[in-house]
């Protein structure tokens, strides 16, 4: 099974996106947009920059955890992961994207 997006509304009115894997699970969060446009090209960004392994930063979190953020070309955070206890299960989230964040399968709940 392929990944896929999900556009939402938060409830304060602004817009974001979730990237899941084929297995359901949550592999990416967008940043907050003000336009639903904006979003809609935060995906399209992700689309493009997920393949490339030199858009990812790999951080470790002031509690220890890991976690990481894939950055656009003019080095623009797109998207964050979750935390993850290890490095090995970040760099298995990093994967997830690079394999699902090519999809086109986009579902609009915004």
């Known amino acids: 099974m392929a990944g896929s997006y999900v556009l939402k509304k938060s409830v304060d009115g602004q817009f974001y996106f979730l990237l899941y894997s084929g297995n359901g699970e949550v592999v990416l969060n ?15 960004s992700v689309q493009s920059n997920s393949a490339q392994d030199d858009r990812y930063s790999r951080n470790q979190a002031s509690n ?10 003019n080095h623009q955070v797109i998207g964050s992961s979750q935390m993850y206890s290890t490095t090995s299960a970040r760099d298995a989230g990093i994967d997830a994207v690079k394999k699902n964040g090519p999809s086109t399968d986009v579902k609009d709940e915004a």
Not at 30 to 44: C, F, L, Q, R, T
């Open 30 to 44: 967008s940043e907050m947009y003000v336009a639903k446009a904006s979003a809609e090209n935060g995906i399209a």
């Open 64 to 73: 220890g955890k890991f976690y990481f953020n894939l950055k656009a070309a």
